[in-house]
Structure formats: C-alpha cells, structure tokens
C-alpha cells in the first residue's frame, strides 16, 4: 500500500498543533465562558483549568519540530481521551467529536512521524 505524502502529515501537524494552540491559549487567559464551562458544567477545579490549557499549549509548540512530533503526538493522545471523558460525564455528547478527530490526527501523526 501506498504511504500518504509528506503534505498529509504536514496538514495534520498544522491543524492539530493551531487547534491546540487556540484551545491551550483560551484556556490560559481564562475566557469567562471557558471558566464557566469548566467549573459549572464540568464541575472541575479552576486549576485544572490552567494545567490543561499548559499541557495543550505544549503539545501545540511540540508538535512543529521533528525531534519532539511523535512525543508531543503521544501526549495529545492522552490528552484527548481525558477530553472525551470529560465531555461525555459532562453530558455534552456531541462534543466528543472534536477530541476524537485530534485524537485520530495525532494517531497518524505518530505513525507517520519518524523516529528520531
């Protein structure tokens, strides 16, 4: 079978890396609906809040560079299925969708991302 070409995964990095970018970064500035969500709807710390919003923030920034990609693709894995988790406890079904489609991107990116 025929491996898909260098352009696929770059989009996958780039769509994952601006999307945890955004999320990470909305999260840090603390947007009031964002802390709305996370303590009322969700019923999680406020720090929580903040650590996660770090971790998506890394993963982003991770996930540009060669050396660190399969890593940084592995984290947002886990990083996901917390996120789906959340969502579904939470009640918010539908949502679910846009962890799992970054999950699946970071799948194939550490797949196809060599090791360094």
Known sequence: MRSPPK????AAVAL???SN???GGS?????????NEFVTI???PLWMMYF???AQLL???LLLPGKTRRQAAFANVLLCCWAMTSVLVSGMGIFVLIPL????????????????
Do not use: N, P
């Open 7 to 10: 352009s696929a995964l770059w």
């Open 16 to 18: 994952v890396s601006l």
């Open 21 to 23: 970018l955004h999320a």
């Open 27 to 35: 999260k840090l500035i603390a947007q009031e609906w964002m802390v």
């Open 42 to 44: 969700m019923r999680l």
């Open 52 to 54: 996660i919003g770090m």
């Open 59 to 61: 993963t982003g920034l």
């Open 101 to 116: 489609a970054s999950m699946l991107l970071s799948v194939f990116i550490y797949f196809k991302s060599t090791a360094k």
